[in-house]
């Protein structure tokens, strides 16, 4: 059984700088592609970044490419998002998913594409 622990979030100011941890095990992380999601109040869960499981591929929305960086640490079985110049737009709760992913073509960025979930961590930004 997969399962996904978000760790990391908490309450910040604009312009600070967060890392959220996603510590995965029940499953065999590198054959794995990983996402980050966030979903803040009243609105829909949307996409945020998502790596590949050897790690050489990213996604990320437009709202935070440039600023949030996704990785992984195949060695212990974590995804991190480093999120730069965070924004009062940022504030959400994060969630982290993942599926399995056995090839480098393609992109995993719908809520559909990933079948296992974390319970998410609140990032909060204040302005």
């Known amino acids: 059984q997969v399962r996904l622990v978000e760790s990391g979030g908490g309450l910040v100011q604009a312009g600070d700088s967060l890392r959220l941890s996603c510590a995965a095990s029940?499953?065999?992380?590198?054959?794995?592609?990983m996402g980050w999601f966030r979903q803040a109040p009243g609105k829909e869960r949307e996409f945020v970044a998502a790596?590949?499981?050897?790690?050489?591929?990213?996604d990320y929305a437009d709202s935070v490419k440039g600023r949030f960086t996704i990785s992984r640490d195949n060695a212990k079985n974590t995804v991190y998002l480093q999120m730069n110049s965070l924004k009062p737009e940022d504030t959400a709760v994060y969630y982290c998913?993942?599926?399995?992913?056995?090839?480098?073509?393609?992109?995993?960025?719908?809520?559909?594409?990933?079948?296992?979930w974390g319970q998410g961590t609140q990032v909060t930004v204040s302005s």
């Open positions: 998913a993942a599926r399995s992913d056995y090839s480098t073509s393609g992109t995993y960025t719908r809520i559909a594409d990933f079948d296992s």
């Open positions: 790596v590949r499981w050897n790690g050489g591929s990213t």
């Open positions: 029940g499953l065999t992380f590198l054959r794995y592609a």
